[in-house]
């Protein structure tokens, strides 16, 4: 496996400095283009305020006239060695869908926190929306370390705060640094403001986070479509674990049927041997009437069939859930309704205290432990054992409302 | 897989996902590297036979090696091609020139799209828009829903995780899909010449100039550039510092024209 790219989002408190670092990746990686960095500085004239660096992320109108970010994006900066993507994240509560949306399609996160104002409710709900979306490879930034005169002992008081925090998610930071994305201080090159810490810079940092990692699995291919193709018919779908060779015996897990791979089909390719994680393909199975659409090929140990679904949800509309509302299921190409039937226990991650048990409604913002009833068998693996097969969507009225993890068992 | 692979997997996975959703969908192919990136993976998707019909939106305007390229690739590929002109205003003589560059490219283009839509009932419409092409594209999703006056509300997107997409489409609604949106321009080019995909040729230097980004003949301009194979322009890339879009005018008239062309239901 070979990938010399990292897509990494930045989360953390609103105003904590996640623009400002991303500004700073990009000027001193001289990955800004002139004429870029000449419109912000004019449109930081015309709005009178200093060179934003935000303004590089935050390119909506109503994102610079409020000085804030409203939705997630995406930029690229290279160095010698490899190509980055920064996704960006907004720090409001109101925007949290945005700030998933952002943080579900990176491989790790920078989390930043305010040296001078610490952990705050968004940076805890950051980390634990981290957790959940499985995201591992997670560096702690102390920002604006010149505000507190470069204090060793502040950072390491916020330093043990958050580590605390993470550690409840079962969230380990590789590493925990101090920096002024302001300044400079520590982003791509170490600071002399910063004498007494010897770690890496957030450039290197990143540079130590892995891509994807393509892991011995059993083998899964939700079925996504089948096209009919010069009188042949053809399964088309992704590999969403394990690899997959021409020959192999496979069982169609929607039908409980055995059969084995005929042909593996990629346009411009003749007759290829195998197919590996990620890749998007087409299959030819020797038996292989009636399969369409939702159902799953795969191979031993299988996916487990099941109507009722235990897992933990966190809620990203602006709008609340309550109970017997109607919802629909989405889990790779597998589609069902039903409910949420029970909220085991639900709370508001940005202050962990108030657990509530045998609630009512689910509000913005919120995670809950739920079981939901579907009117039929899906299947699903734990996410612990494979996240493609183990993480869903849930829909209220065509509308992505909730993200959530199988849990096992 | 390496990088190249994983991002044509996405993308065609996007594609197939919009096709099943929607039957009445097709794509817009500006016949420009990045569309005809888009067009190259569909046919990589549905195994060499794009389903749908392939849309070019026509100003009037646009370089004659465009026409000839289009209808080639049209012809070779077996396209069911749809040429769409606004031909009322293009005979009211719409232009650049005449009013700003916002009206005519919501006329001649906007418009012009819609009407296609409104003709042929179109649900769905692929675009190879890239998220690196400019700040307003960066915070696209890959499904977009627009209404009927094809605006883009963008400060209430739907959420998009684990390539689950919104596409329920309300009687009101059509749908943008954008399977090129995590391609940067480096991508596309190492892209291009990975799978030798035929591109026009403006890209390439001629007398010390190429087109970097191409649309209609008076609001483009060249750039300096001996870049005259794909592969020079790899290398061009890696050490430019200017923005691809440097030469198209309807970003320059003013900071949020784009975001304002965007709104409306520009492309």
Not at chain 2, 50 to 77: C, N, Q, S
Request: with cysteine; charged share 30%.
């Amino acid at each position: 496996m070979t990938d010399d790219s990292l897509k990494f989002v930045i989360v953390g408190h609103v105003d904590h400095g996640k623009s400002t670092l991303i500004g700073r990746l990009l000027y001193d990686t001289s990955s800004l283009p002139e004429e870029k960095f000449e419109e912000i500085r004019a449109t930081s004239e015309i709005l009178g305020k200093e060179v934003e660096f935000a303004f590089l992320m935050d390119a909506l109108k109503e994102e610079r006239e409020r000085g804030i970010t409203i939705d997630t994006a995406q930029i690229f900066f290279r160095t010698p060695e490899r190509t980055y993507v920064i996704i960006d994240a907004p720090g409001h509560k109101e925007f949290i869908k945005n700030m998933i949306t952002g943080a579900s399609q990176a491989e790790a996160a920078v989390l930043i926190v305010d040296a001078d104002e610490g952990v705050r409710e968004q940076t805890k709900r950051h980390g634990y929306l981290l957790s959940m979306l499985g995201l591992r490879q997670v560096c702690v930034v102390i920002n604006k370390m010149d505000l507190v005169g470069y204090s060793r002992e502040r950072f390491e008081e916020v330093k043990g705060d958050i580590a605390a925090y993470l550690s409840d998610l079962g969230i380990f930071p590789s590493f925990v640094i101090p920096i002024s994305a302001l300044r400079g201080d520590n982003v791509a090159s170490p600071s002399p403001n910063l004498k007494w810490y010897s770690g890496p810079t957030v450039l290197e940092a990143l540079g130590t986070f892995e891509g994807i990692k393509i892991e011995k699995r059993p083998f899964r291919f939700p079925v996504q479509d089948v096209y009919q193709v010069d009188g042949k018919s053809i399964l088309v779908g992704r590999v969403e674990s394990g690899e997959v060779r021409r020959g192999q015996k496979v069982v169609v897990t929607g039908k409980g049927e055995e059969t084995s791979v005929v042909s593996i089909e990629k346009f411009l390719v003749e007759n290829p041997e195998k197919a590996q994680y990620g890749e998007s393909i087409g299959l030819c199975l020797k038996r292989q009437e009636g399969i369409g659409r939702g159902d799953v090929i795969a191979s031993e140990p299988l996916p487990r069939a099941t109507d009722t679904l235990r897992g933990s949800i966190f809620w990203m509309e602006n709008l609340p859930y309550r109970k017997g509302d109607k919802v629909a299921f989405r889990c790779v190409t597998q589609e069902a309704e039903g409910e949420i039937e029970e909220i085991l226990r639900k709370y508001d991650p940005a202050s962990m205290e108030k657990k509530e048990e045998g609630a009512q409604e689910i509000l913005p913002a919120e995670v809950a432990e739920v079981v939901i009833k579907l009117d039929h068998p899906v299947l699903v693996d734990p996410f612990s054992f494979i996240p493609e097969m183990g993480r869903f969507v849930i829909e209220v009225g065509g509308i992505p409302v909730a993200g959530g993890i199988v849990s096992e068992g | 897989m390496d990088h190249l692979d994983q991002l044509e997997s996405k993308s065609i996975y996007i594609i197939r996902e919009a096709y099943y959703r929607f039957k009445d969908i097709a794509m817009l192919w500006s016949v420009g590297k990045d569309s005809t990136t888009l067009l190259w993976l569909c046919r990589k998707a549905f195994f060499g036979k794009v389903p749908f019909p392939i849309i070019h939106i026509d100003t009037g305007y646009k370089f004659p090696e465009m026409y000839e390229f289009r209808d080639r690739l049209a012809r070779e590929w077996g396209l069911n091609l749809i040429v769409g002109r606004n031909e009322e205003k293009i005979k009211e003589g719409m232009g650049p020139f005449k009013g700003s560059k916002l009206e005519c490219c919501t006329e001649l283009k906007t418009n012009a799209l819609k009407q296609v839509i409104a003709k042929y009932g179109l649900k769905a419409i692929l675009l190879g828009i890239r998220r690196d092409e400019h700040g307003i594209r960066a915070k696209e999703r890959y499904f977009s829903p627009r209404d009927t006056q094809f605006k883009w509300n963008y400060e209430d997107q739907p959420a998009e995780i684990w390539d689950q997409y919104k596409s329920k489409v309300e009687e009101e609604e059509h749908f943008r899909i954008h399977p090129l949106l995590h391609f940067t321009e480096l991508d596309v080019w190492e892209y291009v010449k990975r799978e030798n995909i035929p591109i026009v040729e403006l890209y390439f230097a001629k007398d010390g100039k190429r087109f970097r980004s191409i649309g209609c003949v008076p609001c483009c301009s060249p750039i300096e550039s001996n870049a005259s194979s794909v592969d020079e322009i790899i290398e061009e890339l890696k050490i430019s510092k200017t923005p691809e879009r440097a030469g198209r005018a309807q970003d320059k008239e003013d900071t949020y024209t784009m975001q304002k062309l965007r709104a409306l239901g520009y492309m």
